[in-house]
């Protein structure tokens, strides 16, 4: 089978949040999705998103193995479930995310002239009443470890003897997170009603509308929690990986306007049969490598004849061949998996961070790109490699310590090169590369162009080019969509939403990033008679062109390419 997977280089990472706001204003942007954010922007140290949601004991997400060896939801089985279904004590409550607020921007516009500034007092946008701020999605935002940060954040309360609290000796670096798309998903298996699906051409795991029932089940069974429940609609909802654009070969919204240019897209085929065994491996640590083995060669012949004949497209095998996450995950094996001790199988994965070592070595006065110096210091790096293998590699520092060491072994190599020096050939033989790879390496990850970070086929539906004609109305985006009738008090409640009624009436509707591609501005910003300059208004909402309603579906709105309900790959745990 073939997925979608995304590369997250966190070297490249500086915190502006630009992905997540514009994912906010494409997706979340509605009633309801106040405390949405299909993608975060997270500083580790830190509690994270919802707040500690790594405490697996706590909140029981994920997978895990019973007495047979056997997976199993770590919720429990059909029938605890079944049990708590009315009252399942480990769903987050919306503090656990934040209590979403605004501010009163009436009384700023209609202020009358006075002395002093008028101020606008936080409003909460589940009561409407006055808000005190004391939490939010971002709370921690480049606050590094600081004492709190270690009481409280899951994977340093395992790590506290190895980590120092002096203010000087603090480490941090910033973590964008998605849902994973996972080749197991636990969300999918949990939901009572089958509203969440796999899609068979891509991997997208979507949440079907109509089919929702707002159990919430697959809330507290996702591990990541990146599903998240809208208490207007009364429907689950999460990342759609942006399939509306990628079906026409365009990346997601998050992609496009990172500044840093740290995300990569490309297709991954994979053993679908073996994804149940890889899951059921023992060791947690022993996941990383199993996960590694599901993914199958796209230069190989057999391969390539058993994708055709599984129905995959040329095109598809031809995008896995040129996939710069397959390089970067297989080839070179930099990357690394977000927790893979949840037995997901995440498609989401990590470069992990080693800017800090340069600077401290040049300030000692040494030189911060030997490769000497750069191999000594990773063992003593002010991000400790027993953190970052508590996040990739379910505490395995073997993996964790060969991608630093590759990147280091990149550094130090191209700056010979870039000066014109003769390079030290004995760098590529010590960090298991070939000094042609090295050189592919470093063009991947520093100056790599747009059309080889984002490799994206075009859909396999043939309705794909029909993304403008999303503005025929998604069944979400009016009170008349699935699930609104029952919501009709909140929706008094939720009034300090879309432009909070600070917008000029010509110029009301949405900024429109659904159907950007980054090349003009046609499309983007809605003109003056509320119909904007591109072929819709509000791209906040997945659905098909018909408006079924999924939060996902393919552009005809039916799953994909006229395919039967898709669910998990063969072979994965249902």
């Known amino acids: 089978m073939a997925q979608l997977a995304m590369v997250m280089n966190l070297d490249k990472c500086i915190g502006c949040h630009t992905c997540s706001v514009t994912c906010k204003q494409a997706w979340t942007n509605r009633g309801g999705t106040e405390y949405v954010w299909f993608?975060?922007?997270?500083?580790r140290p830190g509690q994270g998103y919802p707040r500690r949601y790594e405490d697996q004991e706590k909140w029981k997400g994920g997978w895990t193995l019973n007495k047979k060896g056997k997976l199993t939801l770590k919720s429990g089985s059909r029938m605890k479930r079944l049990l708590n279904i009315f009252a399942n004590p480990d769903l987050p409550t919306v503090s656990d995310y934040y209590d979403?607020?605004?501010?009163d921007y009436e009384n700023l516009l209609s202020a009358p002239a006075m002395d002093t500034s008028p101020v606008a007092k936080p409003k909460s946008l589940i009561t409407g009443e006055d808000a005190k701020v004391t939490w939010g999605a971002n709370w921690d935002d480049s606050l590094g470890s600081g004492p709190e940060q270690v009481a409280k954040d899951p994977l340093?309360?395992?790590?506290?003897?190895?980590?120092?609290?002096?203010?000087?000796?603090t480490f941090m670096f910033y973590l964008p997170r998605i849902c994973e798309h996972c080749l197991n998903p636990s969300c999918a298996a949990a939901c009572p009603s089958?509203?969440?699906y796999k899609r068979s051409e891509d991997g997208i795991v979507l949440v079907d509308q109509d089919k929702c029932r707002g159990w919430r089940q697959c809330v507290s069974s996702c591990p990541y929690k990146k599903i998240y429940f809208n208490h207007k609609t009364g429907k689950a909802?999460?990342?759609?990986?942006?399939?509306?654009?990628?079906?026409?070969?365009?990346?997601?919204?998050c992609s496009e306007t990172c500044v840093g240019r740290l995300r990569y897209i490309g297709v991954m085929?994979?053993?679908?049969?073996?994804?149940?065994?890889?899951?059921?491996?023992?060791?947690?640590?022993d996941l990383y490598p199993a996960q590694l083995g599901v993914f199958l060669n796209p230069h190989d012949p057999r391969v390539i004849a058993e994708a055709e004949a599984a129905g995959i497209s040329p095109e598809w095998i031809q995008a896995a061949q040129d996939s710069p996450c397959y390089k970067l995950i297989v080839d070179y094996q930099i990357a690394l998996p977000l927790h893979p001790e949840y037995r997901t199988m995440p498609m989401v994965w990590y470069v992990p961070p080693l800017s800090p070592v340069v600077d401290v070595l040049s300030e000692t006065g040494h030189d911060g790109e030997n490769v000497d110096n750069l191999f000594g210091a990773i063992d003593a790096l002010r991000i400790p490699l027993e953190y970052l293998a508590e996040l990739f590699t379910a505490g395995e520092?073997?993996?964790?310590?060969?991608?630093?060491?590759?990147l280091a072994g990149m550094r130090s190599f191209m700056r010979s090169i870039n000066l014109g020096q003769e390079p030290d050939l004995t760098i590529p033989d010590s960090v298991g590369l070939e000094p042609e790879e090295i050189e592919a390496m470093y063009r991947l990850l520093a100056i790599a162009k747009y059309e080889h970070r984002y490799v994206i086929p075009q859909g396999a539906t043939s309705r794909a080019h029909e993304l403008d004609s999303l503005a025929t109305g998604c069944s979400l985006d009016t009170d008349g969509g699935p699930g609104m009738t029952a919501f009709d008090v909140m929706a008094e409640k939720f009034h300090l939403t879309d432009t909070n009624g600070a917008a000029p009436d010509e110029k009301s509707t949405r900024i429109n990033l659904l159907n950007w591609d980054g090349k003009n501005a046609s499309g983007l910003l809605p003109g003056r008679n509320g119909n904007g300059n591109g072929s819709h208004g509000n791209g906040s909402h997945g659905g098909g062109s018909n408006g079924n309603g999924h939060n996902g579906s393919a552009a005809n709105g039916n799953g994909g390419a006229n395919e039967p309900e898709s669910t998990l790959p063969a072979g994965a745990a249902r």
């Open 39 to 43: 993608n975060n922007v997270e500083t």
């Open 269 to 285: 085929l994979y053993d679908a049969d073996a994804v149940q065994a890889a899951c059921e491996v023992k060791d947690d640590k």
């Open 156 to 169: 340093l309360g395992k790590l506290e003897d190895k980590v120092k609290l002096e203010f000087e000796e």
């Open 194 to 196: 089958g509203a969440i």
């Open 237 to 253: 909802e999460k990342c759609t990986f942006c399939y509306p654009r990628v079906e026409v070969g365009i990346p997601t919204v």
């Open 100 to 103: 979403p607020w605004s501010y």
């Open 397 to 406: 520092l073997g993996p964790v310590r060969s991608s630093l060491q590759r």
